[in-house]
């Protein structure tokens, strides 16, 4: 079955950002590692990678815009809905852990990490449960 032109789209469009986002890390990191920037540069600085990051949600809610085929579209909506859930619990029962100082500090950018672990995990247990009920 050929591939959808909204998703050959959708994957490039994902190899850019992603592109991006590891040239910004591994530049920002080497940046503050041999030359740190200081003052209003250091916060853009340290931001930037942040910013690849934002755009692959830009890239995924255009995949939802372009989407025809609307079950396709509908499954997608709830693995996203799913790994949001996830997401909010997770970083919920962090802050709590944090709050009454039962682990130590959690850097915020996991958020977006664990974001699309679960989105993947979701994806792949809507996949392989669909999968089981195909006849032989």
């Not at 998703?7 to 950002?17: C, D, F, G």
């Not at 990678?49 to 830009?58: M, N, R």
């Not at 079950?71 to 944090?98: H, K, N, P, W």
Request: hydrophobic share 55%; proline share 6%; net charge positive.
């Amino acid at each position: 079955m050929p591939m959808p032109p909204e998703i050959k789209r959708y994957t490039v469009r994902l190899l850019s950002v992603m592109t991006l986002y590891g040239v910004a890390l591994v530049g920002v990191n080497l940046w503050f590692r041999y030359s740190p920037p200081t003052g209003a540069l250091a916060y853009l600085a340290a931001i930037l990678p942040a910013v690849p990051i934002a755009l692959v949600f830009v890239v995924i809610g255009r995949l939802l815009v372009e989407m025809r085929d609307e079950y396709l579209r509908a499954q997608m909506v709830r693995d996203i809905l799913v790994a949001t859930g996830v997401t909010l619990s997770i970083t919920t029962a962090l802050g709590f852990l944090e709050g009454f100082e039962l682990i130590g500090h959690v850097r915020g950018y996991y958020a977006a990490t664990i974001w699309f672990a679960a989105l993947g995990v979701a994806t792949c247990t809507r996949t392989l449960a669909s999968l089981r009920r195909q006849p032989a």
